[in-house]
């Protein structure tokens, strides 16, 4: 049974789609267990709080991805937040995901054809999907302010 949602920041409320982090693949396996087991304690604690993930839709069809029961049968592939993944998974609490548009999944591909996070972030600034680079450049600490 999930948890209760909690917060993310006001900015992102009618951006986000809230979901069980068994449909969201990460990007990456957890590589920093200290952060990883701090992100569980925090969860298990307060539930989420802070940035939704960005994910691209794996599976492409005809329904409505604002309607939780259809939700269910779609996966997702993060492009941040493997850790905040994995530690959702054993909270067992819902994560708050930033699912990119099919415009801005067909201009810029998926996760593995970038070299690095900087590129990635640049490929969502020229797609123009304000919301997907700022996402990313926080992943990374970039300032959100060089997101044009």
């Given at each position: 049974m999930m948890a209760t949602k909690t917060a993310v920041p006001a900015s992102w409320v009618d951006e986000v789609v809230w979901v069980d982090p068994e449909n969201v693949t990460p990007p990456h396996e957890v590589r920093n267990p200290a952060k990883y087991n701090a992100l569980v304690a925090a969860m298990r604690d307060t539930g989420w709080c802070g940035r939704p993930i960005l994910a691209e839709e794996e599976i492409y069809g005809d329904y409505d991805i604002w309607d939780p029961e259809q939700l269910e049968d779609v996966d997702m592939r993060a492009w941040?937040?493997?850790?905040?993944?994995?530690?959702a998974r054993e909270a067992e609490i819902e994560i708050p995901v930033y699912v990119m548009d099919e415009d801005t999944n067909a201009q810029v591909g998926t996760w593995e054809s970038y070299l690095d996070d900087e590129d990635r972030v640049e490929a969502f600034r020229r797609a123009k999907d304000r919301n997907a680079a700022a996402l990313m450049a926080a992943e990374v600490g970039f300032d959100e302010c060089c997101i044009e």
């Open positions: 941040t937040g493997s850790h905040r993944i994995a530690a």
